[in-house]
């Protein structure tokens, strides 16, 4: 029995480690008496579908040179169901089986096959409803008032507010500095109000 373990974590969280994952697999394999052929890793987002540990997990397995991938969840895998199936399909044609640990699948089996896709078709809602949380969250910052982004730069505002000194449309700012007329409009609006709250407190501090 050829066994490939697979590990990911995200490149951005610098707190994780493959070895945990690691750990779980190995405990697995050495229980049902089955020697690791080889071990797989990726430090990258589970939303790209090109990672060169997987991807060279998928060539060997094409290769036929493993008969079991274990992995510890679906979500190490991929993140979208289609993308899920795909693989699973793949490596089925190639007489290469899937287990997960933390989640009981194991596709050597008619009820482990079929968890798999039940659990895959929840994962990929849960990314939805993150999905959907967050674009309801910026909407509601929107609404709000609140700005999102980086801070605007003082130096551009400051050239925004001598072109439109200059008599220059908000159209033809925007040509220049490379924003929208839109973004100059809301710039100089901004600038305004700040001279307006400087004024005011130049004016209580003289009192």
């Not at 009820?111 to 078709?121: C, D, I, P, Y």
């Not at 609140?146 to 003082?154: A, D, E, N, V, W």
């Not at 001598?162 to 159209?171: D, I, T």
């Amino acid at each position: 029995m050829r066994v490939a373990l697979y590990a990911r974590v995200s490149r951005h969280d610098k707190d994780q480690n493959p070895e945990n994952q690691l750990i779980k697999m190995k405990d697995f394999v050495f229980r049902q008496g089955w020697e690791i052929f080889k071990i797989y890793i990726d430090r990258a987002s589970g939303a790209k579908t090109s990672r060169p540990g997987f991807d060279q997990m998928l060539r060997d397995a094409r290769a036929r040179w493993l008969d079991v991938i274990v992995i510890v969840r679906l979500d190490r895998l991929a993140r979208s169901t289609r993308q899920l199936l795909n693989v699973v399909d793949d490596l089925t044609k190639r007489g290469v089986e899937l287990i997960c640990t933390d989640q009981d699948i194991d596709t050597t089996t008619p009820s482990g096959k079929l968890l798999f896709t039940v659990l895959a078709g929840v994962s990929e809602l849960e990314l939805d409803l993150i999905r959907e949380r967050t674009r309801d969250g910026l909407a509601r910052a929107r609404a709000e008032g609140k700005r999102l982004g980086r801070p605007p730069s003082p130096a551009l505002t400051k050239r925004i507010v001598a072109l439109r000194e200059e008599g220059r449309s908000l159209r033809e700012i925007g040509d220049i500095v490379g924003l929208s007329h839109q973004a100059v409009k809301q710039r100089l609006r901004r600038h305004r109000v700040q001279k307006r709250v400087e004024n005011s407190r130049g004016g209580q501090s003289d009192r």
